[in-house]
């Protein structure tokens, strides 16, 4: 039901409105549920619930969506595997859904069905989802990051999981950040981007399959105004409206007119 049409018609050949919604002022996907964040500070959410993704307080898919229980006053919202986080005006951040890796950031691993708030993190600016971890940028530039670092995903010179927030080493001056499957991407200020994580298709981009615990800056994007992590490859939007891409390219991903993996960036 992560189309919010109301049915579980797998493919549609043509868009669809989701049903319910007006008002909405950002969107995120997660591998199997969809969230939207309206004028109001309202998250909705629809799709795959099993783990509580959906933040609805039950397990239960649902084809429309339904409010995210208890949360007031978000300003922005990421998506993870079957996790899901929102930024509030306060500058705390709040998750939900599974939290096997500790993603949700609380400390434990035990599943929420209802938002709670991550532990020891204020002053937050913006976020981003992985596939089972999570990040944040602190107003002073700096990244924090929780959950899954099989491959080294949360930047801190190690592959231990980790229950609560933790620093991202060496990297400053961050304006936003994103997550792939496990993988992580950070935009700084100064137009520059850097990734950290698992490189076997090259989504880091720094022209190795080598993964890398801490932060490497991409090769050849400068100018960079927005990022996306996917599962296994990795997006940028320069400010001339270009958009240069790396990494995986099995289903054409890259949008080079080839199948071809790419180690550095490539415009799309």
């Known amino acids: 039901g992560q189309l919010g049409d109301g049915t579980t018609t797998r493919i549609s050949p043509t868009p669809l409105q989701v049903k319910v919604l007006t008002g909405v002022i950002a969107i995120a996907a997660g591998r199997y549920h969809s969230l939207a964040l309206k004028s109001d500070g309202i998250v909705w959410a629809w799709g795959y619930n099993t783990g509580g993704g959906l933040g609805d307080g039950t397990t239960v898919n649902k084809l429309i969506p339904v409010q995210v229980s ?107 950040v994103d997550g792939g499957g496990t993988h992580s991407m950070a935009l700084k200020s100064d137009g520059t981007v850097w990734t950290w994580g698992q490189n076997q298709n090259g989504q880091l981009g720094d022209g190795t399959t080598l993964d890398k615990p801490t932060p490497v800056q991409v090769g050849g994007v400068t100018g960079v105004v927005a990022i996306d992590g996917g599962s296994t490859h990795s997006l940028v939007v320069k400010s001339d409206g270009t958009v240069w891409a790396w990494g995986q390219n099995q289903y054409g991903q890259l949008g080079t007119g080839n199948t071809a993996d790419r180690l550095t960036p490539v415009l799309v």
Request: net charge negative; with cysteine.
């Open 70 to 176: 208890g949360l007031a006053g978000a300003v922005a919202i990421a998506g993870g595997s079957q996790h899901s986080i929102a930024l509030k005006s306060d500058g705390t951040v709040w998750t939900w859904g599974n939290n096997a890796y500790g993603q949700l950031g609380d400390g434990t691993t035990t599943d929420r069905l209802t938002p709670i708030q991550v532990s020891g993190l204020t002053g937050i600016v913006a976020i981003g989802g992985g596939d089972s971890h999570s990040l944040a940028v602190k107003s002073d530039g700096t990244v924090c990051a929780w959950g899954w670092n099989a491959n080294g995903q949360l930047g801190d010179g190690t592959t231990i999981d980790r229950l609560t927030p933790v620093r991202v080493s060496g990297v400053t001056g961050v304006v936003a």
